[in-house]
């Protein structure tokens, strides 16, 4: 049983780039949230993807944006790289929109911005 | 205000130690609560989750929620040097439409 698994592992990018980080979610689970994790700090929402749709969104700019796929994977884009976006990327999977229940964490993308 | 708050460490103990580790949050609706473990440059790993008051143990961990008291705790008996790494806190709620928040993690060194 495959679980989360991300793509690329770790990516280096200029400032002003864009980035296409990609997920797919544990078998069986159909919705997809991303977070990203600085340096010393705890996972911060990004989003939340559910039918292809975005569902629910943290503080992030609308630099960041995502789409979720017909088979359930989900890519997470940022657009116009800045040094704080220096980050990990993770990716969790869950089921259900109405979901409380347990988080399953991709490895994550590490990213960082030059 | 920090939706949820524990102590950044870091919290070192002897093997064989219990270690406890706290955490408070600020969303009285919050449902449910979970116990993170996070190895250096890993991702986190699911180890606790609880959504009732009262303790709830599983092998050398416990965690423990008081709902009342907005806190939630987590217990590792018979520490080991495999328990070295940073614990994260997370809550989830319906009232934030499901996100989960985490706080910053305690890191805990185990001294063998």
């Known amino acids: 049983d495959a679980g989360v698994t991300q793509s690329p592992t770790h990516l280096i990018k200029t400032r002003g780039q864009q980035v296409t980080l990609r997920c797919s979610p544990k078998s069986g689970h159909d919705t997809v949230s991303w977070y990203q994790q600085a340096l010393g700090q705890g996972p911060q929402f990004i989003f939340q993807y559910y039918e292809e749709e975005e569902r629910q969104r943290g503080n992030f700019p609308d630099r960041f944006s995502g789409h979720q796929f017909p088979n359930y994977s989900s890519e997470l884009n940022v657009n116009a790289l800045l040094l704080g976006d220096s980050a990990l990327y993770l990716c969790?999977?869950?089921?259900?929109?109405?979901?409380?229940?347990?988080?399953?964490f991709g490895e994550g993308s590490r990213l960082t911005v030059l | 205000q920090k939706e949820v708050e524990q102590n950044s460490g870091p919290l070192s103990v002897p093997e064989g130690a219990i270690a406890s580790l706290n955490c408070t949050y600020s969303?009285?609706?919050?449902?449910?609560f979970f116990w993170y473990r996070q190895y250096s440059g890993k991702s986190p790993e699911l180890i606790m989750s609880i959504y009732s008051n009262g303790d709830k143990e599983d092998g050398r961990f416990t965690a423990q929620l008081n709902k009342a008291s907005q806190y939630v705790s987590l217990l590792i008996r018979d520490s080991q040097p495999s328990d070295s790494a940073t614990y994260l806190c997370a809550v989830c709620s319906f009232s934030t439409g499901n996100q989960f928040y985490f706080g910053t993690g305690t890191s805990l060194t185990v001294i063998p």
């Open positions: 969303d009285r609706v919050s449902q449910s």
């Open positions: 969790a999977s869950s089921v259900g929109l109405a979901n409380t229940g347990e988080l399953f």
